[in-house]
């Protein structure tokens, strides 16, 4: 650099050559997830059950308001969020760390990851007839000690797909993890032990601390998984028993599409969720930004 | 290498290595392998159980091996769906990766729309259903295989995986390209395509998952007995007849087969891609 003046500042947008590459990409975008995003602020304050009514104002969220089934929702989707985030977090870094080096780390960490990709519809399958509290497999195998009636108790049917969304997702996070772990210089354990550290002093003094940015990342995408887990309840539970799993993504698909679709106010509830969503995201940006 | 060296080589490696593992994290590790592959290896096993066994008071002890669940396998209901998951999973992939190569360029090569693409990365697009149904009913979309393709053709997540690729490379390859008179297509399809080939491979492969395992969506979209993809053929089977393991588990084992073969030829380059893609 020849002189120390400040840096001319960056045009908000700029079109450099070959800028004509992301036309059809942003198109696509812009039709099938910013016009949805806009559309659905209008298609919230319609009577809209399978065709087009009328304007409603804001009917749909005075409903919503008084509908008990939106805030057992929201509780059951954050208790879903607290169950899930730690046991995931737990689990995936205690896998990196343990797998670290080791000589089946490739093997186990390919294995962890296969159900994020496997076939979900019958991953569903291995899950309902292995996990059946009445007929399936274990159930049957060990004389019905080891059920988890799902039919019939509501924190069942919780524990059931909690335990599915770490199932699929255990393997992505231990990537994560193992990913920040390699990052680690090795002069840093070195430094560490010629001063005389213990095992678990290296443990929880140092890789855990420089770890730090990997958790916080995961502790976003896991929590999305609280959003993400209507497939799961789709697939296994559909919102029972006595709609103790219906967390927010299923309740939506269930007012939109369900025996008595009403898409307006399906838009409304979509509104209020997209609205928290955005609100928790933005709060999570700041704790990124900082650790990033 | 000199032997003399050796020792000294390995202590300075074990020095510098992370710390040692744990009984406590050695059984953990182990349980969470188990409870992994617990669900995959029954379904294996279950798809090769005779018919007669289910009627027997202990299904528990192996009463034989047949591969008769996997013949009787219903065309229509499975097969079929089967085919066109694979059609339409492998055309959104191949289109996705194409239409984000050149938008990664371009956004590498100074058009600077990366916020809008991390903007549109942080929309929850499951929460769009609703509204996305009201676009695809007006644009008659409805009921037509095309709503699994269009809705698709770009993804925020593919863009961003193959511009962390490109910022990887060094630009003298294209500054020396340009100089040669390449124009910027045959740059993105001479010297970029190749050179990223492990991040479009392993983009690919994600791509097809995501699409693969969609589930609600096409459920919605073509409530169409004609049209039902794998994921929805195998849902209605669970539901019609949930304890006829044998075809269930057949059924699981064959929509699986793509995802195994897929997964086998590419473990490595999906996995490097995942772990690369933080740092």
Redesign the interface.
Known sequence: MISDSPKPK??R??????????I??????L???????I??FQ?STQK?SIVYEGFAGFHNYARMLADPNVGRSLLLTLIFGLCTLPLFVG?AT??A??????RLERL???????????????????????Y?PD?G?LA??TGGFLRLPWHDKGWAGVALIVLFTI?QN???GT??V???????P??V??AA??DGAT??Q??FGI?LPLLR??IV?LAVVGS?YA??S??AV??LTQGGPFGSTRVV?YL??ET??GTAPN?GY??AL?VL??AL?FTF?AFQARALKSDL | MIPSLKPEARE??Q????????WF??I??GL??V??????I??AY?SFIPKEALFKP???IPVGFTFQNYLELPFKELIRPLLLSLLLSSIVAGLQVL?????????R?????LP??LF?L??????????????LKDLNLLNNPLALV??F??S?FT?FLLYGGVVKLPWAYVEAAKLDGAT?LQ??TKVIAPLLRPEMTAAS?LAF?AH??L??YPK?VLNDKNWAT??????E??QKD??N?GA??A???L??L??LV??ALF?RR??RV??????
């Open positions: 960056e045009p947008f700029r079109l450099a050559p070959a800028w004509w590459g992301v059809p990409s942003l198109l696509a975008l039709l099938f997830i910013a016009y949805p995003l559309q659905v298609m809209y689990l205690l896998c760390i343990e797998l670290e080096g080791t186990v960490k390919a294995i962890l990851f296969l159900p994020s990709l496997w076939t979900i519809g019958a991953s569903a399958i291995g899950w309902y007839t292995l059946e007929y497999m049957t195998l199932w255990v393997g992505y990537l994560i193992s990913a920040g772990l390699k990052s680690i090795t002069e354990f070195e032990r010629v095992e678990n290296l443990r890789v940015p990997s990342f999305l959003i993400q209507y497939t789709l697939l993504g939506i698909y939109a599409f898409l399906g838009a979509s969720i997209l969503a995201s | 300075k490696v020095a510098g290595s992370p710390p040692k593992g744990t994290g050695r953990v590790v969470m392998v409870f992994v592959l617990l669900p995959i029954w379904l279950s202990d299904v528990t239409i984000a190569l050149p938008a990664a360029f371009a956004i090569a100074g058009t600077n729309v809008l693409y549109l942080s929309v929850p697009a499951e929460l769009l259903l609703v509204p996305l149904y009201g676009l269009l809705p053709l770009a925020p863009v910027n740059i993105i492969v998952a693969w395992n589930v609600l919605i794998v994921q929805v053929a195998l849902t089977m669970l949930p304890n393991w269930l588990g059924a699981a084992m929509t699986s793509p995802i897929l997964y473990e999906v996995t995942i772990e690369g893609g933080l740092k």
